[in-house]
């Protein structure tokens, strides 16, 4: 078998070793933004299936699915993806069979992970399923499990689905403790796969995607094309650059990210975002992305923290806002989030929600940027165009600023502006949108997927569809 390196090499990458972070993906030629640095199809992944939503096991859909007749578990689209999957999950069928109807239950997606792991194993073991340079069990030995940072809560947890695994194996060389280290390696290796607009879909394990480290300013992105993922440059990559994705929402203060990093990856991420924290211009940034808003609506300026912490000074007009107000402001936002219409979902308490979160935080802010996200979705939902772009648009400065650059979410954004302008008639409106979609779009997601193939259909479309009108009336022949 060719070893990880020589494979790595042809793709030209190599796997280097800092002492502070372990090992990383490093380019050894240069690499342009909308290049694909690497693509890999999962070792194992599983689709988030619940009771009441399920996806094919082989392709991640959702129609048309089958139920597997023998253990209930599993579902597939048709006999392709079901034949395709068939030799992992024959055994996974036994041994989900061999369980009580109550214990079934329990078999969540993480634990169906879990088991189709050690059954990998077992087969590429046995050479049933064969092995390559870049699909082999020694890379997932190689994850890190970082055991000693998780805490007695988790580790109960994890022991508690270990059992589980270890009766639904029921193989005597598999120990608890084991399962338990492997269930702490997913949580930091393991990848959301999403579809084109970034939804979740289900958990993959790609363990050579695993090596490439984060940063809150990374050079490439992770996409999905079905269960492969795809790693794109977004940025001219040096030889000899390190290749970095982003593990996280990025959207968030330095400390807000770093703290989640710390969490669920359990290390303090030193970007060049990161080392910047209470530097003033992260201070600022800071005070855009989570502070509040000045006193004066006409005012854009981000408010500090005054020296007597009796307020907070607008740094643009020097307007003092009372910290008695802002809390008082504060805990009515936290009261209606906790409210029964907020946690329905209704867009009556949406829209006061919005209103009152306008009174107390900066327009850019994130709390902001989100509740608009959810009114955006809930006006879809309802059809209501005009004022599901008015939504949308309040979002796309916030977007601007928080994802600069080629970064999907900015593309996704500008692709639901153009439909809703298109849907609305205002053609040159959708034109514009579409094409800044197209043109962020075509690098994170390359140019050949049906998304983006449907993506500049639509932009050809509006583009006949204003030239047409154009045309002055007369110039129409009538044959
Ligand atoms: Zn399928
Ligand atoms: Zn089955
Ligand atoms: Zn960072
Ligand atoms: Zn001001």
Redesign the pocket.
Known sequence: MEDLPSALRDFGLTVSILPEKGRCLVSTRDFYPGEVIISQEPYVCVPNNSLVNSRCDGCFVSRNLKKCSACQVAWYCGSSCQKLDWKLHRLECQLLCRLDEERRKFVTPSIRLMVKLYIRRKLQNEKVIPTTATDNHSLVEALVAHMSDIDEKQLVLYAQMANLVNLILQWPETSIKEIAENFSKLACNAHTICDSELRPLGTGLYPVVSIINHSCLPNAVLVFEGRLAVVRAVHHILKGAEVSISYIETAGSTVTRQKALREQYHFTCRCPRCIKVWQYDDIQESAFLEGYS?K?DE?D?FLLRDSDDKGFI?Q??G?TRNKEDVKKLASEVKAMSASSGYNQGAISVYKKFENLQRKLFHPFSICLMQTREKLLQLSMNLEDWREALAYCKLTIPVYQRLYPGFHPLLGLQYYTCGKLEWLLGNTEDAIKSLTMAVDILRITHGTNTAFIKDLLMKLEEARAEASDKLLPDDAIVVS
């Open positions: 000045c004066d005012c300026g607008c643009k007009c307007r």
